[in-house]
């Protein structure tokens, strides 16, 4: 399935790969399938499909991933909707 992009290049998910123990808990929460399982360790597959709900986050008990949850693309394109303008994040 595919899964929407939302703002091209301005997400701040950010996963630390040395942090990283595989055990998968961020696939199972991300709503957009944003997480892939390479061999040992889970990488980003799609950062362009990621709303910054911030469940990968939230339900890393390692603390390998980090995300401003509520700001940039999911804000971004709510506010479009709410407004009627364009989205933009505001990170630039």
């Known amino acids: 399935m595919d899964h929407p992009t ?3 290049n301005v997400v701040t998910l950010k996963l630390d790969q040395e942090k990283c123990t595989g ?9 957009h399938a ?3 399982m390479n061999t040992r360790h889970v ?8 709303m910054e709900c911030g469940a990968c986050a939230k339900n ?6 980090t995300v401003n949850a509520g700001v940039g ?6 506010n479009s909707m709410i ?3 364009e989205p933009s994040c505001g990170c630039s």
């Open 6 to 8: 939302y703002l091209k």
């Open 23 to 31: 055990c998968g808990m961020c696939m199972d929460v991300c709503p």
């Open 34 to 36: 944003v997480f892939k």
């Open 43 to 50: 990488e980003i597959q799609n950062r362009d499909a990621c």
């Open 60 to 65: 890393c008990d390692f603390g390998a991933i």
């Open 73 to 78: 693309c999911a804000a971004a394109i709510i």
């Open 83 to 85: 407004t009627g303008g």
